[in-house]
């Protein structure tokens, strides 16, 4: 096992543009999480999903975000219409649903818009 | 909802010394907390884990961290640092129905040779 991985590592994009990540969990793990962090902030949550299921949104998600973890493995965070405001890292982690041991961390998307 | 100060920004320590990195927290129920650290242009790495047992939990590297339920505390903790202990360090915390962690703001640790 390799681990979460993160596609693309950095990406910079227009304003007005779309963007798309990916995110592979560790296999074995039914939950996956994604954070955001921007320069001198911890990370902040934006959504999860158990198996394929999207169980919570937080209200930073606006109407421009969506994701998806279609068949309950890896997940898609798109960015539609994206601002100077959404420039940040995107991370992704992993772990268990009622596990104790906390998650794993991909090493996260930056997204620089300009 | 929960929520978790980390009243430093900044932690300089020299080389040798012992170091604490604060972490106060507020949940309802019990806690379960953790320590997370950050080196540039990465994610984040799992250290410790407070889950339930004894108050002072040890974890990678020669960390440590002393759970304080009457000051609703988790402090990080190690009692010789190495100037390769320098990155940004996180505090999180959870309540007992496995709602996603909520993180601190971080605290930047400098350990000077």
């Known amino acids: 096992d390799t681990g979460v991985s993160q596609d693309p590592r950095h990406k910079i994009t227009k304003r007005g543009q779309n963007v798309t990540f990916r995110c592979d969990p560790i296999?074995?793990?039914?939950?996956l999480y994604w954070y955001r962090q921007t320069l001198g902030q911890g990370p902040e949550f934006l959504t999860y999903f158990q198996n394929e299921a999207q169980l919570e949104k937080s209200r930073l998600l606006s109407d421009r975000f969506s994701a998806e973890r279609p068949k309950g493995s890896f997940s898609t965070l798109e960015i539609q219409r994206t601002e100077q405001g959404d420039s940040a890292m995107y991370l992704c982690?992993?772990?268990?649903?009622?596990?104790?041991?906390?998650?794993?961390f991909g090493s996260g998307t930056r997204l620089t818009v300009v | 909802a929960q929520s978790v100060a980390q009243p430093e920004d900044q932690v300089n320590v020299a080389e040798g010394n012992p170091l604490t990195v604060k972490c106060t927290y507020s949940v309802s129920g019990n806690p379960y907390l953790f320590w997370y650290v950050q080196y540039p242009n990465r994610g984040l790495q799992f250290l410790l884990k407070?889950?339930?047992?004894?108050?002072l939990v040890k974890g990678s590297y020669g960390f440590e961290a002393e759970f304080n339920k009457s000051q609703t505390s988790f402090h990080l903790k190690k009692p010789s640092a190495l100037v390769s202990d320098s990155a940004l360090y996180f505090c999180a915390v959870r309540d007992p129905r496995n709602t996603p962690l909520v993180f601190g703001k971080g605290t930047r640790l400098s350990v000077i040779a």
């Open positions: 982690a992993s772990g268990y649903r009622g596990g104790n041991d906390g998650y794993t």
């Open positions: 296999s074995e793990h039914n939950r």
């Open positions: 407070y889950i339930t047992g004894d108050n």
